[in-house]
């Protein structure tokens, strides 16, 4: 039997990326035979982590499918014709309406995506989902199979690795209380909000303040010089948008950071949270999608998005040195929910229900992939 997992980008670095590396380790520990399958495969990736699609071998139906939910993807048209069982790991789509008036091919995908979820409502036989909110997505849809909650593998140790030395001494020691937002420049997570919140803070309550707003804006142009301009309008500085940017200098504005600033009105999970959790920064996040999941009642979660309330509320937590460690000891203990060893005990627990629940499919004619 043969376990293979089956995505539209195998990336490198990324948070599904990631997930689908760790996953493969375990599956093969368990003894599976497994690969990895995608439609476009990262160059920088080593030879033989991925496979292109059309090399992805016949399947029986004895084998699974774990397919990677997330985009848009001629893939949700063609999982039913595999003669295998099928195992929808759900990611979330990022709804179309937050790009509408930034990228139109991005908003077909994203639309696409949707239609692609609905279409596999009733073609799937299990779904894992990211977070509580990922899984009330899946049964909004009326997927009716068995949804188990299983949230991604994080590798922490790589956060262990040496920050950028030249970042560190450059913002080092000079003051500055800093504010750290970490995520794609988008406008699912509002960076306009970080920015609002950040205005008010640095206006009433701390003057020598500074946001790093880290960051790709690579297909988010018109969104990334709209915030420029917002930024401008405002008379702000201080203000650091990185751009896309080494591993080593994300770590490095992690360990500058003084308060995690979250606006986002939609995700999935927001590994950056956890990542926020791992580093020691106390969190203040508004309260949508996925967010209070993630945090399981750590960090500070805002009830609106209204940036005067966001800003005293970090003036608070920045001020009250007991606040910010009876905050950060929550959030440590929240992370030990991601642990490695954790995470991978659910899938394996999850994994094997799943084969329990699910027998294999009566024989039928074997194709390839997409024919």
Do not use: W
Request: glycine share 6%; with cysteine.
């Amino acid at each position: 039997m043969r376990v293979l997992q089956l995505l539209p980008t195998m990336g490198m670095g990324d948070a599904i990326g990631n997930d689908v590396l760790a996953l493969e380790k375990v599956l093969r520990d368990m003894g599976f035979q497994t690969g990895i399958y995608a439609e476009t495969v990262d160059r920088r990736l080593p030879e033989g982590t991925a496979y292109t699609v059309d090399k992805m071998p016949r399947l029986s139906g004895e084998d699974v499918i774990l397919y990677h939910m997330s985009t848009g993807t001629d893939l949700s048209f063609a999982l039913e014709k595999l003669p295998c069982r099928k195992l929808m790991i759900f990611h979330n789509i990022t709804p179309p309406r937050f790009f509408k008036d930034y990228n139109e091919t991005l908003t077909e995908i994203s639309e696409y995506g949707m239609r692609g979820l609905c279409h596999l409502a009733d073609k799937v036989d299990y779904c894992m989902a990211d977070s509580a909110y990922n899984a009330s997505v899946l049964r909004e849809l009326n997927y009716q199979c068995p949804i188990a909650v299983r949230p991604i593998l994080i590798p922490f140790s790589d956060y262990a690795k040496v920050p950028d030395p030249e970042l560190m001494e450059h913002y080092s020691n000079d003051g500055y209380t800093n504010f750290v937002f970490v995520g794609r420049i988008a406008p699912n997570k509002k960076q306009e909000d970080v920015i609002r919140a950040f205005y008010c803070y640095k206006k009433y309550c701390n003057p020598k303040s500074r946001l790093f707003l880290v960051g790709s804006y690579n297909g988010m142009e018109r969104y990334y010089h709209r915030l420029r301009r917002f930024v401008g309008g405002l008379e702000l500085d201080n203000v650091v948008f990185t751009g896309h940017i080494p591993f080593s200098q994300i770590l490095a504005y992690y360990h500058l950071a003084d308060l995690f600033l979250c606006m986002s009105e939609h995700e999935g999970f927001c590994v950056p949270l956890v990542e926020a959790m791992y580093f020691n920064i106390p969190i203040l996040a508004y309260d949508s999608s996925a967010i209070s999941d993630t945090l399981g009642g750590s960090g500070v979660l805002l009830s609106s998005n209204d940036p005067m309330e966001a800003a005293l509320m970090a003036d608070r937590v920045l001020r009250d040195p007991g606040l910010r460690r009876e905050i950060i000891a929550g959030q440590r203990r929240r992370q030990q929910d991601f642990a490695y060893s954790e995470i991978r005990k659910l899938f394996e627990h999850q994994i094997r229900e799943f084969l329990e629940m699910v027998p294999p499919r009566e024989p039928m004619r074997r194709r390839k992939f997409g024919r």
